[in-house]
């Protein structure tokens, strides 16, 4: 199974980057690929789906408006895409955790998303916001999904203490610490450190995925491309050459690769799946 634990989706021109409208039906069409991996032509099987970030700004909307079209069409499409809750805790913690517990138990959403950079918080000071999140995300087995990649605030070493006080909260430090600086040596000596991080592989480079495979295994490697921004087939083609032979590739075993590609994902999803008493 392959699973993208990064999208973005969108009905309208959206804020803060002006970009045009990425609806669900055209993920769904993206999707479908094919895409060549392994010599097989496959599809995308399901993603992790979160507002546009500028949505996430807007005061004047509640959270449930926030991720309205996402809640929509998480709805619509159940068996393709998976509800990812994007918190600006600026917005207020309390009212926040209320909608997430609301969307786990009906909405379909399986993970939570910080975003210090765009929010403008420093995590490890920001105790206060945070702690509360982290808690909740471990009671219901979700796994939140950090950005990274952006000084200040944005740095994977900042995520070492709330990973440390936080130890049965499953953390996804995204784009391999990878924005318009690469913090992708930080990512991993931080997931070496802390066995509940995990390392999201899109806009790293191959050589350092091969860095993490090496310093973390496979286990703890996560498929998201950051699509739209990324096209979801350039974010795959990195992980598929893992297996082909050195010195381009690294021989990983294809069941490493699925492992990679959507296996790891599909284990966290299922663990966040809503039980009768959670």
């Given at each position: 199974?392959l ?5 973005h989706?969108s009905?309208?021109?959206t804020?803060?980057w002006?970009?045009?409208?990425f609806?669900?039906?055209?993920l769904?069409?993206l999707?479908d690929?094919p895409f ?20 996430t700004l ?6 449930g408006e926030q991720h309205?079209?996402v809640?929509?069409?998480v709805k619509k499409y ?9 918190i600006n805790?600026?917005?207020?913690v ?9 969307l ?5 959403y399986r993970?939570?998303?910080l ?7 420093m ?30 605030f944005?740095?994977?070493?900042l995520?070492?203490p ?13 784009h ?8 992708a040596?930080?990512?991993i ?6 066995e509940?991080?995990?390392?999201e592989?899109g806009w790293?480079?191959?050589p350092?995925i ?6 973390v295994g496979a286990?703890?490697?996560?498929f998201?491309?950051d ?5 979801m ?5 990195p992980?598929?050459?893992l297996a082909w ?5 690294m021989n990983?075993?294809e069941?490493?690769v ?8 599909a ?12």
């Open positions: 199974m699973i993208d634990g990064h999208i989706i009905d309208k021109t804020g803060v002006n970009h045009p409208p609806t669900a039906e055209e769904v069409r999707m690929g060549p991996i392994l010599g097989a032509g496959r599809r995308v099987d399901r993603a992790v789906v979160q507002p546009h970030s500028g949505e807007r005061a004047d909307q509640s959270f309205g079209y809640t929509e069409v159940p068996d393709r895409l998976v509800g990812c809750f994007h805790p600026h917005l207020g309390e009212a926040a955790l209320k909608e997430l517990k609301r786990v138990q009906e909405g379909g993970a939570v998303k975003n210090p950079s765009l929010h403008g918080y995590p490890p000071r920001s105790r206060a916001l945070l702690d509360p999140i982290f808690e909740t995300a471990a009671k219901l087995r979700l796994p939140i999904i950090v950005h990274m990649g952006d000084t200040p944005a740095v994977p070493v995520m070492a709330l990973a440390e006080a936080h130890p049965q909260t499953k953390i996804i430090l995204a391999l610490g990878t924005q318009k600086v690469s913090y040596d930080e990512a000596y931080v997931a070496r450190k802390n509940n991080i995990w390392l592989t790293g480079p191959l350092r091969k860095e993490a495979v090496q310093a286990g703890r490697l996560i998201g491309s699509c739209p921004i990324q096209e087939g350039s974010q795959l083609r992980i598929e050459v032979k050195p010195p381009v590739g990983l075993p069941a490493d699925e492992r990679i590609m959507g296996d790891n994902m284990d966290l999803l299922k663990a966040a799946e809503p039980t009768r008493n959670g």
